[in-house]
C-alpha cells in the first residue's frame, strides 16, 4: 500500500489488487514495532552497523544504509498521514529497546505497531483514489520480452478470471511462513508473490534464510513480541536458570533473534524445556506495566496459552517468522524484468542478510515500499504501454479449468500437511545435509503428487478449496527454494546454522544465493555481497 | 472429545431447489484450548472442503473471521470451543447478522466499507494545507483521547450487533462511527466541524438507538457507543444543534438543571419544534384520555436544588478554565 | 432472611408516564416485606442524554445520587433500566478510575457533597431473583399466572454492557424467564428479548424507533406470547403506548397487552388490575386480568 499511495500521488492509475481486504494483511499482526535512529545522542550509521552486524555481514551495506538514513524521515511521514506514535511524558515520540539494536530505537504503538501502521496506510489509499480489486487473487503474472504486462487474477466472489493490464506491476504478498507446520504468520501468508515471480523469470535470493523467532506459542504459533522482552521480560529454562546468561552474556534475552532461537532450542533439546518450551517471564514487570505496555500480548497470552502472564510465565518456542529472501531487487524495488517491482518481506534487497532484527520489517516494508512506488511510476512515464498477450488470459484459464475438472486425485491439505511437517524437520532452526537432502525429495515427491491434486468443491462463488490448491503450488516452489538454497550453502550464517557446518566461512560464502526456475527446473548461482565500511567481523552479543 | 458443530451454509450455485440455507452438522475432534477458526478449518480440510469462510491472522488482529456464534458475532479464532459449548450446550455458526449472505459464512462487507469512505476516513489537513505538518505537538493525552477509537480490526462484529442498523440500512452505524471520532478526536485534524455536520445529518450519529450491542461483543473493547457519545458531545459543544438528536440532549440538559429531572412534556416541544408536536397531537390526545400526558406546569422540583445548581457551575467553570 | 432495604430511585418515567409501574412496585414490595425508602434529593441520571451533553457533568450528577444512597447507608434500587445502566456506568467508571474519583469529589465538595465509592445500584428485577430469591417469591404467589403465555423483553439497558451491570448474561440472560416461572406462568423464547425497543430515537428518527417497536411485538407474539412484561418504563412506552403506530407501520394487528414487572408480581400476589393501574396501559389487559 505504500507504494500504491506514493504511484497514486505522482497522478497515476493505480490499482490494488489483494485475495483479502487490505487491512488484513499480515502487517497488521506485527506488534513490536519499527526502528529509526530518531535521537540525537543515536546516530542512522549506529543503525546501520546494528543492522549490518545482525545480518550476519550478508546484507547489501550500500542497501541497509539507505535504509536507516531514510528511516527518520519515513516516520515522520508516517505521523502525517495520521499515525499517532505512543509518546514518552514530553510529548516525544517514545523509543523502546530491541534485540541486537544498540540504542532504543524502535518507534511503536502501544504493541500494535503494525496494526496502526496498516490501517494508516488503507486510509490513504482510500484518499489518493486508489482502486482496490479486493478478494482477487493473483494466479498469473503477464512476461513477455521481459517486460512486465499486467497480471491475472481471479475474482473470488464469481470465480471469473480479470486481466489486468499495466505498465509496472509492484509485488507486496509478504512471507510465506505457512510452508512450516509452527509458524507466526497469518493463515494467507503462502509466498504467493515469490512463487508468481519466480514462475515468472524473477530471481529469488537468499531463500535458506528463514528467520525463526523465539518466542512463539506451542501449538498455534502465535506470536509474543520482542517488545515484550525490550520491556525486561526474562527467559528461563525448566530450572528457572535465565539461560540467556551463558549464550549472550552481555545483552542477554535481547540478543539477535537467530542467537536466542538457537539457544533456547539448545536447551529444548538437552532435556531443559518445559514441554518442548521454554518460559517467558514476565511476572517481575507488575500488572500496571503490563496492562500499559503490553496489554495485546496479555490478551494473547489469556485467550490463545491460557495463561495471565501478571501471574504466570508463558510458555514459548522458536515458530517460523520471516523471510530473509525473496525476490531479488535493487534498492528501487527493481526486479531483472522490466516494469516488475518487488517491496517488502516479499522482496529481498537486501538489507536483512541472514538474520533480520526486530523493528527492521516494516521499516524495509515502508521504505522500500516507498521507493518502488516512485520508481514504478517513474518507469511508467517514461514507456509506451505494452501489448498484453492475448492468449495469456485463455492459458490461466485453462488452468484454472483443469484443477477443477480433475477427479479421484487426493485432497491438497494432506500435501499440505507433508509439505509443512517436512520443512519443519529438515529445515528448522538447526540443519544438516542428510535432513536436508531428504526434505529435497520429500517436497519433488510432493510436486508430482500436486499435479493430480483434486477438489470437492467445483462451485464459482468463493471456492476457497480452489485458492488453496492455488496457494499450494505457490508454496511448494517456494520450499523447493529454500531447501536448494540450504543445502547449497555449507556454513552456518545468521540464521541458516548447519550442524555440520557449524562455522560462518566469508571465503568462500560472504555470498547472495540467487534461484531461478529455466524450463520448469530451478537452477542455482551467486553474487557479491556489497561492502562499504563494515568490515566483517565476528559476531557476538 | 467428540463435539457436533452446527453451521448455517447457503451457496448461491447450487441447484434451484437447494437455494435456501440450511443447517448442516460436523462432528469435530475438539480437545482443551480449540478455537471455533480451528474447528472450521479442520472440517474444511478433512470433512467438507466446500465450506467457505473468511480467516487469516488466527490472532484477533486481522478481523477476517468474525462470525455468529450461538447468536452473536464473534472472532472464530478467539471463542474456544468448550467452554462456548459449556454455555450454550451447542455450537451454531452462522454468518454476521445485518449483512447480505454470499456463500455459508461468507458476507457481502461491501456496505461496510461504504459506510466507512462515507466518514471521510483518513486525516484532513487545515484547510488550504496539502499536507499535515509536523508542528502540532501530540502529548500522551491526545494519544489516550484516540486510543480506543485506533484499537479498531473493522471485523463487522459491531455492525452485526447493531440494532438501528437492523431497521434502517442506511444507518452509518458504529463501526464507521468509531473511526469518525479517530479523526474529530485527533488534536492535528483540520475539517473536525465539517465531519461534525456531516454526522448530525439523517442516518447519521443521532440515528444511535443506545442498545449498546457495539460495545458489547466488540471483541477489541473499542466501545463504539463511547466513540459516539464523544462525537455528540464534540458537536453540542461546537454548537451544532440544528437536529432533533442535539435538541433532545439540549432540552434534557436543560430541564435538569431547572428542576433536577426530566420533564417530558417540555421535552416533546422542545425538541420537535412547534409544528411537528401539532402532529403528535393525536398520539397525545389519546394519552390525556389514560391520564399519560404528564403537566409541565406543575412538575415538581428535587430537595436540593442548589447542589444541582452548583454542580452545573463548577463544571462549567471547569470547562472554561480548559478553553 | 435479613431485611432488605434499598434507597429508591423509581426514575423520572416511573414518576409521571409511567407512574403506574411505581406505584405498583411499593405495593408489592409492601406486601414481600422489601423496604423502599425515597431518596427526596435524587436527581435525574440524563438517561444517556446528560453523557451525550458532557461527560464530566454526567459523571457529577450520577455521584450526586450515589452520594444521596451512601448516607443513608443502602444500595440503589431502581425499577428503570435505563437508569440502572447509565448509573451502572458511571459507577463502574468511579469505582474504577481513582483520579476521576477524586476530581468528582472535587466538585461535589462545593456542594458539600462526597462519594466514597461504595454503593451498589441495583434493578427491581434482580432484587426479586437474588436478593429476595425465587424460593421465597413462589412461597407469596397466591393466583398462579398458569394461563399467561409470557414474552420476556429484557430491552437492552438492564443487560448491557456487561461490563458495568455485571449481573445477568447478556448472551443468555436467565432472571426475568425465572421470575415469570416462580409466579406460575410460562416464558416464551424468542431472539428479540434481549434487543431494542426504539425508545432512545423515538423524538429523533421517528420511523426507526416505531419500526423496531413493531418487529419487536411481532416477534414476541409469533413465538406464542399472549403478553409481554419489560423491567423497564421506556421499554414499555414504546411498546405499549406506541403499539398503534407500530401496528399501522408493520400494517398488523397485533393486540398485545404490556405489563410493568410489578405488574406481572402484583397480579400473581393478589393485587387487581385497578390497583396496579392497568387502565392507564393504552393496549388493554382486560381479556388476560379480567
Redo the contacts between chains.
Keep these: 500500500m505504500r507504494a500504491a499511495i506514493e504511484a497514486a500521488k505522482s497522478g497515476l492509475n493505480v490499482a490494488l489488487v489483494t485475495k483479502v481486504y487490505p487491512v488484513r494483511s499480515h502487517s497488521v499482526a506485527a506488534q513490536g514495532g519499527i526502528n529509526a535512529a530518531l535521537n540525537p545522542a543515536d546516530s542512522w550509521e549506529n543503525h546501520a552497523f546494528d543492522t549490518v552486524k545482525g545480518s550476519d555481514y550478508l546484507g547489501d551495506q550500500d542497501a541497509i544504509e539507505l535504509l536507516c538514513r531514510e528511516a527518520p524521515e519515513d516516520i515522520l511521514a508516517l505521523e502525517r498521514m495520521g499515525a499517532v506514535w505512543s509518546r514518552d511524558f514530553d510529548g516525544n515520540i517514545a523509543q523502546r529497546p530491541f534485540g541486537g539494536a544498540g540504542y532504543p530505537r524502535t518507534c511503536y504503538l502501544a504493541d500494535r505497531t503494525g496494526h496502526g501502521i496498516l490501517h494508516v496506510l488503507y486510509e490513504q489509499v482510500i484518499r489518493h483514489g486508489v482502486i482496490i480489486y479486493d478478494e482477487w487473487h493473483v494466479v498469473k503474472l503477464v512476461v513477455k520480452d521481459n517486460a512486465a504486462r499486467g497480471v491475472i487474477a481471479i475474482e473470488l466472489k464469481t470465480g471469473r478470471l480479470h486481466r489486468l493490464h499495466s505498465k509496472a506491476a509492484v509485488i507486496a504478498t509478504g512471507g510465506y511462513g505457512r510452508v512450516y507446520k509452527t509458524t507466526t504468520n497469518a493463515l494467507s501468508s503462502t509466498g504467493d508473490g515469490m512463487g508468481l515471480a519466480l514462475s515468472a523469470g524473477a530471481a529469488l535470493m537468499d531463500m535458506e534464510f528463514v528467520q525463526f523467532h523465539p518466542t512463539t506459542l506451542p501449538r498455534t504459533g502465535i506470536l509474543i513480541t520482542e517488545g515484550a522482552r525490550g520491556e525486561g521480560g526474562y527467559l528461563l529454562n525448566s530450572k528457572g536458570e535465565r539461560f540467556m546468561e551463558k549464550y549472550a552474556p552481555k545483552v542477554k534475552e535481547l540478543a539477535s533473534r537467530d542467537v536466542v532461537s538457537r539457544a533456547e532450542q539448545t536447551e529444548i533439546d538437552a532435556g531443559r524445556g518445559v514441554d518442548g518450551c521454554v518460559l517467558l517471564d514476565l511476572r517481575h514487570l507488575g500488572a500496571e506495566k503490563i496492562n500499559e505496555r503490553l496489554p495485546q500480548i496479555r490478551d494473547i497470552a489469556i485467550n490463545f496459552a491460557g495463561v495471565d502472564p501478571i501471574e504466570k510465565p508463558i510458555p514459548v518456542r522458536p515458530g517460523a517468522h520471516y523471510s530473509m529472501g525473496g525476490i531479488m531487487t535493487d534498492v528501487n524495488g527493481m526486479t531483472a524484468i522490466a516494469g516488475l517491482y518487488a517491496a517488502g518481506e516479499s522482496a529481498c534487497v537486501s538489507v536483512h542478510g541472514a538474520n533480520r532484527l526486530g523493528g527492521n520489517s516494516l521499516l524495509d516494508a515502508v521504505v522500500f515500499g516507498r521507493r518502488a512506488g516512485a520508481a514504478a511510476s517513474e518507469f511508467c512515464f517514461q514507456t509506451a504501454f505494452p501489448e498484453f498477450p492475448d492468449s495469456s488470459l485463455k492459458d490461466a484459464a485453462h488452468e484454472v479449468a483443469d484443477i477443477l475438472k480433475r477427479d479421484g486425485g487426493e485432497p491438497a491439505f494432506i500435501i499440505r500437511g507433508e509439505m509443512t511437517a517436512a520443512m519443519e524437520n529438515s529445515c528448522g532452526v538447526f540443519r544438516d545435509k542428510e535432513r536436508l537432502t531428504k526434505g529435497l525429495e520429500n517436497i519433488r515427491e510432493l510436486k508430482e503428487r500436486y499435479k493430480k491434486v483434486s477438489l470437492s468443491d467445483k462451485s464459482d462463488c468463493f471456492n476457497t478449496e480452489l485458492l488453496a490448491v492455488v496457494e499450494l503450488g505457490n508454496m511448494l516452489d517456494v520450499a523447493k527454494a529454500i531447501l536448494i538454497g540450504a543445502v547449497n550453502r555449507e556454513e552456518s550464517r545468521g540464521a541458516h546454522s548447519r550442524t555440520d557446518f557449524p562455522r560462518r566461512d566469508d571465503e568462500k560464502w560472504l555470498k547472495h544465493t540467487l534461484i531461478n526456475k529455466t524450463n520448469g527446473e530451478l537452477k542455482i548461482s551467486c553474487k557479491d555481497v556489497t561492502i562499504t565500511k563494515y568490515k566483517p567481523a565476528e559476531r557476538k552479543y | 472429545m467428540k463435539i457436533k458443530i452446527k453451521i448455517k451454509r447457503f451457496n448461491p450455485n447450487e441447484g434451484e431447489e437447494s437455494r435456501e440455507p440450511y443447517f448442516q452438522l460436523y462432528n469435530v475432534e475438539a480437545g482443551e484450548g480449540m478455537t471455533v477458526l480451528d474447528a472450521l478449518l479442520k472440517i474444511a480440510d478433512e470433512d467438507d472442503p466446500t465450506l467457505s469462510f473468511r480467516r487469516s491472522c488466527r490472532s484477533a488482529i486481522c478481523g477476517s473471521c468474525a462470525v455468529s456464534i450461538n447468536g452473536h458475532a464473534k472472532l472464530a479464532c478467539k471463542t474456544q470451543i468448550l467452554p462456548e459449548r459449556h454455555k450454550f450446550g451447542e455450537i451454531l455458526v452462522e454468518p454476521l447478522a445485518n449483512h447480505a449472505v454470499m456463500k455459508d459464512l461468507i458476507v457481502d462487507f461491501s456496505p461496510f466499507w461504504n459506510k466507512m469512505s462515507r466518514v471521510t476516513p483518513y486525516l484532513t489537513p487545515p484547510p488550504g494545507r496539502q499536507e499535515q505538518a509536523d508542528d502540532v505537538k501530540i502529548t500522551p493525552a491526545d494519544e489516550a483521547a484516540i486510543d480506543r477509537a485506533q484499537t479498531c480490526i473493522m471485523c463487522g462484529a459491531c455492525n452485526s450487533e447493531c440494532n438501528a442498523l437492523e431497521i434502517d440500512p442506511e444507518y452509518i452505524a458504529p463501526a464507521a462511527l468509531a473511526k469518525a471520532w479517530r479523526f474529530v478526536g485527533d488534536v492535528r485534524e483540520g475539517e473536525k466541524q465539517k465531519r461534525l455536520e456531516r454526522l448530525s445529518m439523517e442516518h447519521g450519529m443521532w440515528d444511535c438507538v443506545r442498545c449498546v450491542h457495539c460495545t458489547e461483543y466488540c471483541p477489541k473493547d473499542v466501545r463504539p457507543l463511547k466513540e459516539i457519545e464523544l462525537l455528540r458531545s464534540a458537536a453540542i459543544g461546537r454548537g451544532i444543534t440544528d437536529n432533533h438528536g442535539a435538541k433532545h440532549v439540549e432540552s434534557m440538559t436543560q430541564s435538569v438543571k431547572r428542576v433536577g429531572r426530566l420533564d417530558e412534556a417540555a421535552m416533546t416541544f422542545k425538541t420537535l419544534g412547534f409544528l411537528r408536536s401539532l402532529g403528535m397531537i393525536p398520539f397525545g390526545l389519546k394519552m390525556e384520555l389514560h391520564g399519560k400526558m404528564p403537566m409541565p406546569l406543575i412538575f415538581s422540583q428535587i430537595e436540593g436544588m442548589d447542589e444541582v445548581k452548583t454542580i452545573f457551575d463548577e463544571i462549567e467553570e471547569k470547562k472554561k478554565e480548559k478553553e | 432472611m435479613s431485611q432488605l432495604k434499598y434507597a429508591y430511585y423509581p426514575g ?2 416511573s ?3 409511567t407512574k403506574e409501574s411505581s406505584k405498583t412496585t411499593r405495593l408489592v414490595a409492601s406486601a414481600l416485606g422489601i423496604e423502599l425508602h425515597d431518596m ?5 441520571c ?12 454526567y459523571i ?2 450520577n455521584a ?1 445520587i450515589f452520594a444521596e444512597a451512601e448516607q443513608m447507608g443502602m444500595d440503589i434500587m431502581t425499577i428503570c433500566s435505563t437508569c440502572l ?1 447509565v448509573m451502572s456506568t458511571a459507577n463502574r467508571d468511579l469505582q474504577n478510575d481513582k483520579r476521576l474519583l477524586e476530581k468528582t469529589n472535587d ?2 465538595s ?4 462526597h462519594y466514597s465509592g461504595n454503593v451498589k445500584v441495583k434493578q427491581f428485577l434482580w432484587v426479586l431473583a437474588e436478593d429476595y430469591g425465587l424460593d421465597n417469591l413462589k412461597k407469596k404467589v397466591v393466583k398462579p399466572l398458569s394461563w399467561l403465555k409470557v414474552a420476556p423483553f429484557y430491552g ?2 438492564s ?4 461490563s458495568a451491570l455485571g449481573f445477568d448474561d ?3 440472560p436467565w432472571s426475568l424467564e425465572a421470575v415469570i416461572k416462580a409466579l406460575g406462568a410460562e416464558a416464551v423464547e424468542y ?1 428479540g428479548k434481549t ?2 425497543c ?4 423515538d ?3 421517528e ?3 416505531v ?2 417497536t413493531g ?1 419487536r411485538l411481532l416477534d414476541a407474539k409469533g413465538h406464542g406470547g399472549n403478553c409481554l412484561v419489560t423491567p423497564c418504563p421506556f421499554c414499555h412506552i414504546n411498546l405499549d ?1 406506541y403499539q ?2 407500530a401496528e399501522k407501520k408493520v400494517h398488523q394487528k397485533i393486540d398485545l397487552p404490556i405489563f410493568h414487572l410489578s405488574q406481572l408480581v402484583g397480579l400473581a400476589l393478589g393485587l387487581s388490575a385497578v390497583e396496579m393501574g392497568m ?4 393496549v388493554s389487559a382486560e381479556k388476560l386480568v379480567g
Excluded at chain 3, 427526596?40 to 435525574?44: E, H, S, T
Design positions: 423520572c418515567a414518576q409521571e408516564i427526596p434529593k435524587a436527581n435525574c440524563g438517561a444517556g442524554l446528560l453523557t451525550d451533553y458532557d461527560y464530566d457533568l457529577a450528577l450526586r445502566m466538585i461535589l462545593k456542594a458539600g457533597l437492552c439497558h443487560l448491557r454492557p456487561s447478556p448472551q443468555k431472539k434487543k431494542c426504539g425508545f432512545q430515537v423524538l429523533v428518527a420511523e426507526t424507533a419500526q423496531m418487529t403506548n398503534g403506530l387502565t392507564r396501559h393504552l
